[in-house]
């Protein structure tokens, strides 16, 4: 792949964005929402440390965003070299879940931020939003560290999110060093001069302004830690915390503010259960109008009880909370007369859901469909507050769409102020599947109801090899004994997929595939094919090269006749189909997992080989023609006829 990918330019300086992602596929995903998250900020995709370091050089990244799965070798002495060169940067790492009480207990204690994978596509758009800007006064502010607070508790919550097995150096002056050994993300042992396990490491996080850096070793078997990483760096972080807290001066007081700047300023309740879309959400509202006051909440019980004790102007309210949904939010909110007047925005990634409950809920005045940017919230909370009449046509599954939907007037009854709000952008999967290096692919929009992304392989070289296990159901052979016509059919769903170097960027190929949708031509052949990812990775079957006959036929009509053979159902002969295809697009979901990778078959020239290896045979098996496919309701191949090519 290109090691630098730039998905916007501008020519002059801009605070910019430097995505570090080892595949292809998922490189093209995430730039696409960096671009549309961020379209102020010129994009770099790095596929290397050296070059990610080499691009920050050249450029500082406002915001530095890291795929940690699987890790990277040598990242914490890239963050130790962004720290000195660019100490304002902010860092998000996207890697496995750092617990929400961590997440709690660490508050503003730290640079970098973290987001789940795979994640919904709202909540990293809102990640990234929320560390971009705009910040307002506040400890919230805070809590988006930059590079220049990195310490030792960010990168043990780093090697945590990325499983990963390492030695993480410490220094402090000259006198201070020590060790902390990872074993796929759990910290395993800690040594300081003559103190080891926990002591050391409680020791190293006490020290002040040190110097993190990789080691060369491995690490050790010795164990002098145990139990999960989680709870480890919980208590620690708890007691660094107490201590840090009884050292600290005491706080400055804010100024109250005074009532006739209280006067006329709106009250907004903000419910959702994702921390940075809080932030972000809070931080735009309070930057465009420093005067309201805004309250969040993270589940919908303690809205309810914010709502009550604050009577907002306004409640933002996410549909999926974790304790009820927000429909049920809006029935109790109804079933109390002081606040069935309150009118409510409702803001979730599911749309249907959303728009249903808009149907119900005659509380429910505007929806707004996550991703959503900041100018098209404002608008829209500022129309709401100002009692505009808005419009609205709540989408149905077939009719909705994403984008600017045809809006007609609500209802005369109730409340009129009812507006539907989308900004989801998916690549199309006509423009996925044809596209080519050098191609534009085009951005269309698409229904709600879609929950996936198809971007295409960005390599020069997409060579793949399909490798399909068939059970022989019938086998000609010429009066030569030479082999002929053979009808066969899938040993299973299973099947393996091998790329050359240069496509094996565009995905990992750990795991497994079964046979998806095929399509066939105009002349009955394979024309493109899907693959399904599966859990496991692939296991090859066990060939059998014995053919056990269970009936003998001799098929007329030529000169020569020929002789055909059943294998009996106990034993039947196991050979390996081997195709060589192109790669064509990947299918991301919203969490930007593969779905379906789409392959083009270059025609119907396969190879047939009794060796179980799984890329064994592909020059040096004999040569077959397909020449009939049967497919099952589904578009799943069931049996295919396969003819030698002398």
Same mark, same amino acid.
Request: aromatic share 4%; charged share 20%; proline share 7%.
């Given at each position: 792949m290109?090691?630098?990918i730039?998905?916007?330019?501008g020519t002059?300086?801009?605070?910019s964005?430097l995505?570090?992602?080892?595949?292809?596929?998922l490189?093209?995903? %995430?730039?696409?929402?960096?671009k549309k998250?961020?379209?102020g900020?010129?994009?770099s &995709?790095?596929g290397s440390?050296?070059? $990610?370091?080499?691009i920050?050089s050249?450029?500082?990244?406002?915001?530095? &965003?890291?795929d940690?799965?699987?890790?990277?070798?040598g990242?914490?002495?890239l963050?130790?070299?962004?720290?000195d060169t660019?100490?304002n940067?902010r860092?998000l790492v996207?890697?496995?879940?750092?617990?929400?009480e %961590?997440?709690?207990?660490?508050?503003?204690?730290g640079?970098?931020?973290?987001?789940?994978k795979?994640?919904?596509?709202?909540?990293f758009g809102a990640?990234?939003?929320?560390?971009l800007?705009?910040w307002?006064?506040?400890?919230s502010a805070?809590?988006?560290?930059?590079?220049?607070?990195l310490n030792l508790?960010?990168?043990?919550?780093l090697q945590?999110a990325?499983s990963a097995?390492?030695?993480?150096e410490?220094?402090?002056?000259?006198?201070?060093?020590?060790?902390i050994?990872?074993?796929?993300?759990?910290v395993?042992?800690?040594?300081?001069?003559k103190l080891?396990?926990?002591?050391?490491l409680?020791e190293?996080l006490?020290?002040?302004?040190?110097t993190?850096?990789e080691g060369?070793?491995?690490p050790?078997?010795n164990?002098t830690?145990h139990?999960p990483?989680?709870?480890?760096?919980?208590?620690?972080?708890r007691?660094?915390?107490?201590?840090?807290a009884?050292e600290?001066?005491?706080?400055?007081e804010?100024?109250?503010?005074?009532k006739a700047a209280l006067e006329? $300023?709106?009250?907004?309740?903000v419910?959702?259960?994702?921390?940075?879309?809080?932030?972000?959400v809070?931080?735009v509202?309070a930057? #465009?109008h420093?005067?309201?006051?805004?309250?969040?909440?993270?589940?919908?019980?303690?809205g309810?009880?914010?709502?009550?004790?604050?009577m907002?102007?306004?409640?933002?309210?996410d549909?999926?909370?974790?304790?009820?949904n927000?429909d049920?939010?809006?029935?109790?909110?109804?079933?109390?007369?002081?606040?069935?007047?309150?009118p409510v925005?409702?803001?979730?990634?599911?749309?249907?859901?959303?728009?249903?409950? $808009?149907a119900?809920?005659e509380? %429910?005045?505007?929806?707004?469909?996550?991703?959503?940017?900041?100018?098209?919230?404002?608008d829209?909370?500022?129309?709401?507050?100002?009692?505009?009449?808005?419009?609205? !046509?709540?989408p149905?599954?077939?009719?909705?769409?994403?984008?600017s939907?045809?809006?007609?007037?609500?209802?005369?009854?109730?409340k *009129?102020?009812?507006?539907?709000?989308s900004?989801a952008v998916t690549?199309?999967r006509?423009?996925?599947?044809?596209?080519i290096?050098?191609?534009?692919t085009?951005v269309?929009?698409?229904a709600?109801a879609q929950?996936?992304?198809i971007?295409?392989v960005?390599?020069?070289?997409?060579? $793949?090899?399909?490798?399909?296990?068939?059970?022989?159901?019938?086998m000609?052979?010429t *009066?030569q004994?030479?082999?002929?016509?053979?009808?066969?059919?899938?040993?299973?769903?299973g099947?393996?997929l091998?790329?050359s170097?240069?496509?094996?960027?565009?995905m990992?190929?750990e795991?497994?595939f !079964?046979l998806?949708?095929? !399509?066939?031509d105009?002349n009955?052949?394979i024309?493109?094919?899907r693959l399904?990812p599966?859990?496991?990775?692939?296991?090859?079957?066990?060939?059998?090269?014995a053919l056990?006959?269970?009936?003998?036929?001799?098929?007329?009509?030529?000169?020569?006749e020929?002789v055909r053979? #059943?294998?009996t159902?106990?034993?039947?002969?196991t050979?390996?189909?081997?195709?060589?295809?192109d790669?064509?697009?990947?299918?991301?979901s919203?969490?930007f997992q593969?779905?379906?990778?789409?392959?083009?078959?270059?025609?119907s020239?396969?190879?047939?080989?009794?060796s179980?290896?799984a890329a064994?045979? !592909?020059s040096n098996?004999?040569a077959f023609?397909i020449t009939?496919?049967q497919?099952?309701?589904?578009g799943?191949i #069931?049996e295919?006829?396969?003819?030698?090519?002398?």
């Amino acid at each position: 792949m290109p090691s630098s990918i730039p998905i916007s330019a501008g020519t002059t300086p801009q605070p910019s964005v430097l995505l570090l992602e080892e595949y292809d596929a998922l490189a093209a995903a %995430i730039g696409s929402a960096l671009k549309k998250f961020a379209p102020g900020h010129p994009v770099s &995709v790095a596929g290397s440390l050296a070059k $990610a370091e080499a691009i920050a050089s050249e450029a500082p990244p406002a915001l530095f &965003v890291v795929d940690v799965d699987p890790p990277w070798p040598g990242l914490v002495d890239l963050l130790q070299t962004l720290q000195d060169t660019n100490p304002n940067g902010r860092v998000l790492v996207i890697g496995t879940a750092v617990p929400k009480e %961590i997440a709690d207990e660490r508050g503003s204690f730290g640079a970098l931020q973290f987001i789940e994978k795979p994640f919904e596509l709202a909540d990293f758009g809102a990640a990234v939003q929320a560390l971009l800007g705009p910040w307002r006064e506040s400890d919230s502010a805070n809590s988006r560290g930059t590079l220049r607070a990195l310490n030792l508790f960010d990168i043990l919550l780093l090697q945590g999110a990325a499983s990963a097995s390492v030695i993480v150096e410490v220094e402090a002056g000259r006198k201070q060093f020590g060790e902390i050994h990872f074993i796929h993300g759990q910290v395993s042992h800690a040594e300081t001069g003559k103190l080891d396990g926990l002591e050391a490491l409680a020791e190293m996080l006490n020290w002040e302004a040190s110097t993190l850096s990789e080691g060369k070793k491995r690490p050790s078997g010795n164990r002098t830690i145990h139990g999960p990483w989680t709870a480890v760096v919980l208590e620690l972080l708890r007691q660094t915390k107490s201590a840090r807290a009884d050292e600290a001066p005491p706080a400055v007081e804010e100024p109250t503010p005074t009532k006739a700047a209280l006067e006329g $300023a709106k009250k907004i309740v903000v419910i959702d259960d994702t921390e940075m879309l809080l932030i972000f959400v809070t931080d735009v509202l309070a930057t #465009t109008h420093p005067e309201w006051q805004i309250t969040i909440a993270g589940n919908g019980a303690s809205g309810c009880k914010q709502v009550e004790r604050i009577m907002p102007d306004l409640i933002l309210l996410d549909y999926s909370l974790p304790d009820f949904n927000g429909d049920e939010v809006c029935r109790r909110l109804l079933q109390d007369e002081r606040t069935a007047q309150i009118p409510v925005l409702m803001m979730s990634g599911h749309a249907l859901e959303m728009h249903a409950a $808009a149907a119900r809920f005659e509380n %429910i005045v505007a929806t707004i469909e996550k991703p959503f940017l900041s100018d098209a919230l404002i608008d829209l909370v500022q129309r709401t507050l100002d009692g505009a009449p808005l419009r609205i !046509e709540v989408p149905t599954e077939s009719a909705a769409s994403i984008g600017s939907p045809e809006r007609s007037p609500a209802p005369p009854k109730k409340k *009129p102020r009812r507006a539907v709000l989308s900004e989801a952008v998916t690549l199309s999967r006509s423009s996925a599947v044809s596209s080519i290096p050098g191609e534009e692919t085009t951005v269309t929009k698409a229904a709600p109801a879609q929950t996936s992304l198809i971007t295409p392989v960005i390599s020069t070289s997409k060579d $793949a090899v399909l490798g399909l296990f068939l059970d022989v159901l019938s086998m000609q052979f010429t *009066p030569q004994l030479q082999m002929g016509t053979i009808r066969a059919k899938p040993s299973s769903s299973g099947v393996s997929l091998h790329l050359s170097s240069a496509a094996h960027d565009a995905m990992p190929v750990e795991i497994g595939f !079964e046979l998806g949708r095929t !399509e066939l031509d105009a002349n009955g052949h394979i024309a493109t094919m899907r693959l399904v990812p599966t859990m496991k990775p692939f296991q090859p079957a066990k060939t059998r090269n014995a053919l056990q006959i269970g009936d003998v036929a001799v098929l007329p009509g030529s000169p020569r006749e020929s002789v055909r053979l #059943t294998p009996t159902v106990a034993a039947p002969m196991t050979m390996q189909l081997l195709a060589h295809l192109d790669l064509t697009g990947v299918e991301l979901s919203r969490t930007f997992q593969v779905e379906h990778v789409f392959l083009k078959w270059r025609g119907s020239r396969v190879r047939v080989t009794l060796s179980s290896k799984a890329a064994a045979g !592909e020059s040096n098996g004999a040569a077959f023609e397909i020449t009939v496919v049967q497919l099952d309701a589904s578009g799943r191949i #069931t049996e295919i006829l396969l003819n030698p090519i002398r």
